[in-house]
């Protein structure tokens, strides 16, 4: 019958993608390991995510590369949603060098995948990114699917003023080329804000003869929708270093409305919850506790945005002043308006529309419990609301003798300012200001002009941190952009359980009347 023929074992053949370049286990949905090389020929958006000189692998092509091993190992078409996502340590990438990468999944019983990235530059001994992917049904999540929107700010056109371009990219982004996709804000609050991303613009992202399929879509995109969230925390530089859970129902290459907002934050920690939706308003992506870390502070040497300026003051009063927390609110050009224009700027403060009242002596209040405080100077109106008892001044810097300083401040509040004047780069109207400010804050909140001033706390910022008995009272100078002098922020904050006993002690303290 001849020679039996010669059986050969074929290897199973992996999908043509970028990040599956180099098998080095495959056991058909049991298994796969593999190596990519990367390089800045290979790779050239590596050069648009530099921080600190030093090309980083971006999560969101992490993500990218994970999702890719994950289908090829199940034989899915459709993509993974995410699951316990870490990103443990950046992937570096030499400018002139290659670093090879090596990314390992293993499938469980209950079709699970988890996925690990782990780097040459630590031996492939440590993973640097890690998450648990899992794979619905197609009829489940297959192409086309959307979930309705539960955005409270549907696209829009309107975007509040603040160039991207120049306030944020190369000042407080370090993103360049492929990931400058921000075009603009609806909403930014120190703790929530509605960010739209622009379309794709069809940037090659790999070398020649390279794949160029994405199967989470263009990695730009969600990138932009990670560092819209840098301009709630203008001062500190975050990157991410995780999340629960990441759900990708459809992508698209139109524009995108990011809705981000702050769960809670834990000292440099901060965890946010997004939602990404389409220009008509449906839900493409849901991210649910996204984990940010600051990894360093953001040096300002010039003038504040005043889009910037609010999420800022807010941030730092909350590290300074470890209390309740006070949301602020600032706006330009309402001088003429008021008192309708300081009501509007109020109730963005409040973050609801409540109607703004006012006592006799003209302080501002609200049902339901909130405080709130206004002050205004030149054209800008500054607002604050708390749970606490709370009032803030606005003042402008102003060149003073000190003859006059004196008889404002008095005597011990005017020695205060000549300590604070004494401080590097200080001066005696910054300082006299910035006491004038205090003193106004305490006449809001209720104390006497005479009542005892501690100082707690200086800051390398500028900063001063002030104590009369349980009312702290922060305050600093600012400079903001078109306006020609310093401005002085101060804000006071007391709970209102002491407020209460305060006045049930005064009370009891007054004579009666006959």
Avoid at 383 to 409: G, H, K, N, Q
Avoid at 448 to 463: E, F, H, I, R, S
């Amino acid at each position: 019958f001849g020679t039996p023929p010669t059986l050969t074992m074929l290897e199973p053949e992996l999908p043509l993608r970028r990040f599956l370049e180099r098998q080095r286990v495959f056991y058909p949905s049991v298994e796969l390991v593999v190596d990519t090389e990367l390089s800045l020929p290979a790779d050239p958006y590596l050069a648009d995510h530099v921080v600190q000189k030093q090309p980083l692998f971006p999560a969101v092509m992490g993500l990218e590369a994970m999702a890719q091993v994950a289908m090829a190992l199940t034989g899915s078409t459709v993509a993974p949603t995410f699951e316990n996502v870490e990103f443990s340590r950046p992937v570096a990438v030499g400018k002139k060098n290659k670093t090879t990468i090596r990314i390992a999944s293993l499938r469980h019983d209950d079709g699970s995948v988890n996925v690990c990235l782990r780097s040459q530059e630590t031996d492939f001994q440590v993973d640097h990114f890690r998450a648990v992917c899992l794979f619905a049904g197609e009829d489940e999540k297959g192409s086309g699917h959307i979930r309705p929107s539960s955005i409270l700010h549907p696209p829009s056109s309107a975007l509040i003023p603040l160039d991207v371009h120049t306030d944020l990219y190369g000042r407080i982004l370090f993103h360049t080329g492929r990931f400058c996709r921000l075009r603009g804000y609806q909403l930014l609050k120190a703790k929530e804000c509605v960010a739209q991303i622009t379309a794709d613009d069809g940037a090659q992202w790999f070398g020649p003869y390279l794949p160029m399929e994405f199967v989470l879509g263009n990695p730009a995109a969600r990138d932009a929708a990670l560092h819209a969230i840098q301009a709630c925390i203008p001062h500190l530089r975050i990157l991410p270093t995780g999340m629960e859970r990441l759900e990708i129902f459809h992508h698209e290459t139109g524009a995108r409305f990011v809705h981000a907002k702050e769960r809670s934050r834990d000292g440099n920690t901060f965890i946010y919850d997004v939602e990404i939706t389409n220009g008509c308003g449906e839900i493409i992506e849901r991210w649910r506790g996204l984990k940010l870390r600051a990894v360093e502070t953001i040096a300002h040497s010039e003038a504040w945005p005043d889009a910037l300026l609010a999420p800022y003051l807010e941030r730092r009063l909350e590290e300074l002043a470890a209390s309740t927390p006070v949301t602020f609110a600032l706006a330009r050009g309402l001088y003429a308006e008021r008192p309708a224009g300081t009501d509007a700027v109020i109730q963005r403060a409040l973050g609801t529309a409540l109607r703004v009242q006012r006592r006799p002596d003209g302080k501002p209040f609200v049902s339901g419990g909130e405080m709130v405080s206004a002050a205004h100077a030149n054209d800008f109106t500054l607002a604050v609301a708390s749970t606490d008892d709370v009032a803030c001044d606005l003042e402008e810097i102003s060149e003073r003798t000190e003859d006059v300083w004196r008889d404002l401040l008095g005597d011990e509040t005017f020695q205060l300012a000549q300590r604070i004047a004494r401080e590097p780069a200080g001066s005696l109207d910054a300082a006299a200001t910035k006491m004038w400010s205090v003193l106004e804050c305490l006449k809001k909140i209720g104390l006497p002009l005479n009542a005892p001033l501690v100082m707690d706390l200086k800051t390398d910022d500028g900063w001063w941190l002030l104590r009369s008995g349980e009312t702290t009272i922060a305050t600093c100078a600012v400079t903001v952009r078109g306006n020609e002098s310093p401005l002085v922020v101060a804000v006071a904050s007391r709970p209102q359980k002491i407020s209460q006993t305060l006045k049930i002690k005064s009370f009891a303290l007054a004579p009666a009347r006959i």
